[in-house]
């Protein structure tokens, strides 16, 4: 676990925590690009809703839609990205971290009426085995290791 260098190598637990977090921050912006395929649903959503919105109001309050949830994603994913380097080097608030978005990640997919993508459940699902595979018992020795040498 401690190189020539005397710095510790994450084990294989971490090191798949790590590419599952990856993983799904791939999934977060493949999510992305199927938001952006869902327009014409989501005006006609709107459409249908009764609104007395003109087809000008519908299709920008489309597009306003479309690009917050999409910014909120992109830097959701960029966040997990970022947490997931720092799991990688041993950081234990990073773990808890990552812990607290996945529950809101899987938490997320039962909000809305059942309008989460296929890449959403996806994503949650690996982020989920990901949370798992940091906390066993060889990555507890890692993060108490790498916590008593900083």
């Given at each position: 676990?401690?190189?020539?260098?005397?710095?510790?190598t994450?084990?294989?637990?971490?090191?798949?925590?790590?590419?599952?977090?990856?993983v799904?921050?791939?999934?977060?912006?493949?999510?992305?690009?199927?938001?952006?395929?869902t327009?014409?649903?989501?005006?006609?959503?709107?459409?249908?809703?009764?609104?007395?919105?003109?087809?000008?109001?519908?299709?920008?309050?489309?597009?306003?839609?479309?690009?917050?949830?999409?910014t909120?994603?992109?830097?959701?994913?960029l966040v997990?990205?970022?947490?997931?380097?720092?799991?990688?080097?041993?950081?234990?608030w990073?773990?808890?971290?990552?812990?607290v978005?996945?529950?809101?990640?899987?938490?997320?997919l039962?909000?809305?009426e059942?309008?989460?993508?296929?890449?959403?459940?996806?994503?949650?699902?690996?982020?989920?085995?990901?949370?798992?595979a940091?906390?066993l018992?060889?990555?507890?020795v890692?993060?108490?290791?790498?916590?008593?040498?900083?």
């Open positions: 676990m401690t190189t020539a260098t005397g710095r510790t994450p084990p294989g637990t971490v090191v798949a925590a790590f590419v599952g977090f990856l799904s921050c791939v999934f977060a912006v493949t999510s992305v690009g199927v938001l952006v395929g327009r014409d649903d989501l005006v006609d959503a709107l459409r249908s809703s009764g609104t007395s919105m003109t087809e000008e109001q519908l299709q920008s309050a489309a597009t306003v839609t479309q690009v917050t949830f999409a909120i994603a992109v830097v959701i994913a997990q990205l970022w947490l997931a380097f720092k799991l990688r080097s041993g950081r234990n990073a773990r808890v971290l990552l812990t978005f996945t529950v809101f990640q899987v938490g997320s039962f909000v809305g059942g309008s989460a993508t296929l890449p959403a459940y996806g994503g949650a699902a690996v982020a989920a085995l990901a949370v798992i940091s906390y018992p060889a990555s507890n890692y993060f108490d290791t790498v916590k008593r040498a900083g």
